[in-house]
Nanobody, 128 residues
Framework: VQLQASGGGLVQAGGSLTLSCAVS????????MAWFRQAPGKEREFVAA????????SYADSVKGRFTISGDKRKTTVYLQMKSLNAEDTAVYYC??????????????????????WGQGTLVTVSS
């Protein structure tokens, strides 16, 4: 599975941005897709996840109500729609894939260990 994240850039506080993650290779083997982010000097943290089967979603408290994760029917693209951005959202955003055939959205969906494929990251900078 190969992941290619795109859509990052510079945006003003209060603005919106949509990230895309192109999924290629054995797309049929992916069960959960997620977005993580890493701000300078901080650990990589969970942002959002989507279960392909049933389209259940999970969000970090810090982005709940502002970000929306979605995916296309062919499981080839995952999106992260971000609204009401603030300076604390500045980070490199990574998409990740779980190919364990675990079709359950649980607390593990918010941990890095669940995901075995990662994209290269796309930088989002929010100016205040």
């Amino acid at each position: 599975v190969q992941l290619q994240a795109s859509g990052g850039g510079l945006v003003q506080a209060g603005g919106s941005l949509t990230l895309s993650c192109a999924v290629s290779g054995r797309t049929g083997s992916t069960s959960v897709m997620a977005w993580f982010r890493q701000a300078p000097g901080k650990e990589r943290e969970f942002v959002a996840a989507i279960l392909w089967r049933g389209r259940a979603t999970s969000y970090a408290d810090s982005v709940k109500g502002r970000f929306t994760i979605s995916g296309d029917k062919r499981k080839t693209t995952v999106y992260l729609q971000m609204k009401s951005l603030n300076a604390e959202d500045t980070a490199v955003y990574y998409c990740a894939a779980d190919t364990s055939f675990n079709f359950v959205m649980s607390s593990s969906s918010q941990t890095r260990d669940r995901y075995d494929y990662w994209g290269q990251g796309t930088l989002v900078t929010v100016s205040s």
